[in-house]
Nanobody, 124 residues
Framework: QVQLKESGGGSVQAGGSLRLSCVASGGIFSSYNMGWFRQAPGKEREPVAAISRNSGNTYYADSVKGRFAISRDNAKNTVYLQMNNLKPEDTAVYYC?????????????????WGQGTQVTVSS
């Protein structure tokens, strides 16, 4: 069973950037598709981005396309989310997640393992 730990969250002004990291342990990292999800207060958890095992496929929510970039380093058991041109509506707790099925448009139900989350706050 894989354990996930996010870091890199914080508070920034609109237009700023943050880079989230998620380190995995306890499993074979390269065997998992990885995803980033977020949950704002009063809203459902939603997928932000996902990346396949060998980085050959990626997914982005329409709301972050062109601003966010997901990447992974299998040698370091780490997945990243580079977030640029942040907007107040990006404010949420961001979660890293892993799943071992076929790569597809991510959903909360399809991911098996979750980190504790890291808070991102964007002020206007």
């Amino acid at each position: 069973q894989v354990q996930l730990k996010e870091s890199g969250g914080g508070s920034v002004q609109a237009g700023g950037s943050l880079r989230l990291s998620c380190v995995a342990s306890g499993g074979i990292f390269s065997s998992y598709n990885m995803g980033w999800f977020r949950q704002a207060p009063g809203k459902e958890r939603e997928p932000v981005a996902a990346i396949s095992r060998n980085s050959g496929n990626t997914y982005y929510a329409d709301s972050v396309k062109g601003r966010f970039a997901i990447s992974r380093d299998n040698a370091k058991n780490t997945v990243y989310l580079q977030m640029n041109n942040l907007k107040p509506e990006d404010t949420a707790v961001y979660y890293c997640a892993a799943e071992r099925g076929l790569f597809r448009v991510p959903s909360h139900a399809s991911y098996d393992y979750w980190g504790q989350g890291t808070q991102v706050t964007v002020s206007s």
